[in-house]
């Protein structure tokens, strides 16, 4: 095996070579630090309330029962 990094971007987002893209989620509410289960680091939360604005979010980080999702956009 080969330990040279390879694509279009060899620095692939969620790590090097990664295999699967990040989760995306679609939600017409804000993320909580309660939003934990069943999401990985890195999941992508889009949230829009049907108006014209849309946020971004990205879950950075799962500390003891606790998640931190940090705006994006």
């Known amino acids: ?23 995306t989620y679609h939600s017409t ?16 939360w889009i949230f829009n309330d049907g108006t014209a604005t849309t946020e971004v979010y990205m879950l950075t980080d799962i500390s003891g029962h606790a998640a931190t999702w940090l705006q994006l956009g």
């Open 29 to 44: 509410r804000q993320p909580t630090a309660n939003d934990l289960v069943n999401f990985n680091k890195g999941t992508i």
């Open 1 to 23: 095996m080969s330990s040279k990094l390879n694509g279009l971007n060899p620095l692939s987002y969620m790590g090097v070579q990664a295999t699967n893209p990040s989760q």
